[in-house]
């Protein structure tokens, strides 16, 4: 029987030609180099008894060749041995495996950067409008975690027979205003107790500003950040991001500054986004920071609109950068924008503006 006979009743057995025909070239290979060639070939194929690896330095197969290079993770080795005869002819192939891993990781990262991430609240829980990005366009209750928007927060609230409640209470879950800081605190301790992620998020603040009583704490600050941040609260990785970039409570570190600003980006902080896009235009990738600035606006950042309209005018942003960046803000007003919100800021705007 020929050897493509044989391998042709091979491969009706184990129903993987592929296989079959790369055990043909190897055969027919007698470098060391072909070897590692195929290797890579084979490494990722299986037959009905396992994973097929071959010996990128002696062409030995069998189940036990599963020492790997260490830098490509491509070649595999009988031993140490063969790894380090095979060094020097595997030394090119290598780094050509290293950089393309690395370019794909790179592609793959930008294409999770630059994804128009979910809105950071949400909706608004009574109103079911999007929630404003603008801090004072939302508020949390301490009394049952709720981030209400302002609108909610001050439109009159009624009971189950429609009358008018006089008594100031959570526009949510009907509990009484707290009547002191102390209550405030004991309250916030319970929701954070429960795993609350915003409580663990403020009480992070209260450390840093030596508020409430809590004695100013930059390691305990970034703490209650990091269990926040752990939780999926963007908003804490960004905080963190701040800490590293300008060294509060921890040695300057502008690689960590950039990571956690990234992953604030991606849960949808439009703050840590502004940031990579000053980071980008610094460092003369326009592109890029254009990128990030849109995303922004898109998120309800009206600084980033603002800095794309000089870019615009400098020269450094196309047209079309800034007329997609009008039409996206305007896209975020339509969803935000109610009545009940501009009553609200209208009374106090420093208090309830949400854009």
Excluded at 131 to 141: D, I, Q
Excluded at 156 to 166: L, M
Aim: with cysteine; proline share 2%; charged share 25%.
């Amino acid at each position: 029987m020929s050897t493509s006979d044989s391998c042709e009743d091979t491969a009706s057995k184990s129903n993987n030609y592929d296989v079959c025909d790369v055990k043909i070239k190897l055969q027919n290979m007698s470098t060391a180099d072909g070897v590692c060639e195929v290797n890579v070939m084979l490494h990722n194929m299986s037959t009905g008894d396992g994973a097929v690896s071959i010996c990128a330095n002696c062409g030995k197969e069998s189940n036990d060749v599963n020492n790997v290079c260490n830098k490509c993770k491509k070649a595999t080795y009988c031993n140490a041995s063969c790894k380090k005869k095979h060094r020097k002819k595997h030394k090119k192939q290598c780094e050509e495996y290293a950089k393309l891993a690395a370019e794909q990781a790179a592609e793959l990262h930008d294409e999770k950067l630059f994804k128009q991430p979910p809105s950071l609240y949400g909706d608004c829980p009574i109103c079911f409008l999007r929630m404003p990005t603008l801090l004072t366009g939302c508020k949390y209750m301490v009394c049952c975690g709720k981030e209400i928007c302002t609108g909610c927060c001050y439109a009159s609230v009624y009971d189950n027979q429609g009358n008018k409640i006089a008594k100031k209470v959570c526009a949510f879950c009907r509990a009484p205003w707290h009547a002191s800081n102390n209550e405030f605190i004991e309250r916030m301790k319970k929701r954070e107790e429960a795993g609350d992620a915003a409580a663990m998020f403020n009480f992070g603040v209260y450390h840093r500003r030596g508020q409430y009583g809590f004695p100013q704490d930059y390691t305990k600050e970034l703490e209650f950040y990091h269990q926040a941040a752990e939780l999926g609260y963007a908003r804490a990785y960004t905080t963190i991001g701040y800490a590293y970039d300008f060294g509060e409570g921890v040695e300057v570190d502008k690689v960590k500054a950039r990571y956690y600003y990234e992953l604030a980006a991606m849960g949808g902080d439009v703050k840590a986004r502004y940031n990579l896009g000053l980071e980008e235009e610094d460092a003369g990738n326009m592109e890029k920071a254009l990128k990030h600035y849109l995303i922004a606006v898109r998120g309800g950042h009206s600084k980033s609109l603002t800095v794309i309209q000089k870019l615009y005018s400098n020269g450094l942003a196309k047209k079309e950068n800034y007329m997609k960046a009008l039409q996206s803000y305007q896209a975020y007003l339509g969803e935000i924008k109610s009545r009940q919100r501009d009553e609200a800021a209208a009374i106090n705007r420093e208090r309830y503006c949400y854009y």
